[in-house]
């Protein structure tokens, strides 16, 4: 019943945020995807932690490549900006927007096989460079678009639906981006919303390069005995390090919790991300003991989640290359092409 467009019309008791807006208007179009696909639940935690920071549709822009995942776009924020780019190049697509209007929010949305395949490349450029948006992987582990083949993030000795065994190195997209200098990596699991929700809000937030890695079953390919990315596997092996509040710079703190249980991290805008502490000798601001925790715990078979490393001092690319603050694509022939006085002083200190 996929082609049944959903009403327009909204029930006047529905709740509004600060801005207006219902949780409906942060929807799309109906899914497409298989029923009970975890990319829908991640969908769905994209729409609450947007109508939940009272963002105006229109000023996000989404981005994605191909895949599964890479429909999901489609199915929230419905008038919101989009671009559906060639498969593994969504970064590159994003980068450009982002540099020529700063001003939008960027989402990147994801899989395995877009970023650990053949977008692998630009997946980790985008980081080391520090464009600010929230990089959303939705990671099955299987190409479902193709009948589910072993993905790149497909674990060792893990089976196929077949009961074929997967003999590759898996690539962990968490831990690749902790390697190359993004500034938010989290992971969680499609099934746990209490934690994805909060996780969303605090990397939409953040002034850099934010990535989430979501485990999300393929119930067509990869909800098994066997996988180790179905809904069974991750609930038994899941080892979350923290659980996670977040708090707009505008919203009153008035939560407590006893000393030594949770950890304030304040970001440059002010906003507050609050860490429950499940772990006690975890530090969420250290890059090299995140690494090393990640593939402690990959090497048990076990799959970390929670917020896994943020840096509270992060730079995007536009403070990095100096921009100037008024969005290039707003800026005039003046200010663009200043004349040849100026060239030659630019010129002249670079030589």
Not at 188 to 210: C, E, N, T, W, Y
Request: net charge neutral; charged share 20%; glycine share 10%.
């Amino acid at each position: 019943m996929t082609y049944i467009a959903k009403p327009k019309l909204h029930h006047p008791t529905l709740a509004k945020n600060r801005v207006g807006y219902t949780r409906r208007d942060y929807e799309g179009k109906i899914s497409t995807l298989c029923a009970g696909c975890g990319h829908d639940s991640i969908s769905a935690a994209i729409i609450q932690a947007c109508w939940e920071l009272d963002i105006e549709p229109h000023r996000v822009a989404k981005l994605s490549g191909i895949g599964c995942s890479s429909k999901t776009p489609d199915y929230f924020l419905g008038n919101s900006h989009g671009f559906n780019t060639v498969h593994g190049r969504m970064p590159s697509v994003l980068t450009g927007a982002n540099l020529a209007n700063r001003e939008l929010i960027y989402l990147g949305v994801s899989g395995d096989g877009d970023s650990a395949s053949i977008g692998l490349g630009q997946f980790a450029h985008v980081l080391r460079r520090g464009v600010n948006m929230t990089y959303i992987v939705e990671n099955n582990g299987v190409y479902g678009l193709t009948k589910g083949q072993f993905s790149a993030t497909a674990d060792k000795g893990s089976k196929s639906k077949r009961g074929q065994a997967n003999n590759d190195t898996p690539i962990d997209l968490a831990s690749l981006a902790l390697v190359m200098g993004a500034t938010f990596v989290g992971r969680s699991f499609s099934g746990d919303k209490a934690q994805l929700v909060p996780l969303i809000r605090a990397a939409i937030a953040h002034p850099g390069a934010a990535v989430i890695d979501v485990v999300s079953p393929c119930i067509a390919f990869n909800n098994h005995s066997g996988s180790t990315k179905s809904y069974d596997y991750v609930r038994e092996h899941n080892e979350a390090v923290n659980r996670l509040d977040f708090f707009p710079h505008r919203e009153e703190i008035t939560a407590e919790y006893a000393e030594g249980e949770v950890i304030d991290v304040r970001q440059h805008d002010g906003s507050i991300v609050r860490l429950r502490k499940l772990h006690a000798d975890y530090d969420p601001t250290d890059r090299v003991r995140a690494m090393t925790y990640v593939q402690e715990h990959a090497a048990r078979g076990e799959v970390v989640t929670g917020l896994l490393y943020v840096d509270p001092d992060a730079r995007d690319l536009h403070r990095q290359i100096d921009t100037v603050d008024t969005p290039l694509n707003t800026l005039g022939a003046a200010e663009l092409c200043p004349g040849s006085a100026v060239l030659e002083k630019i010129n002249a200190s670079l030589r």
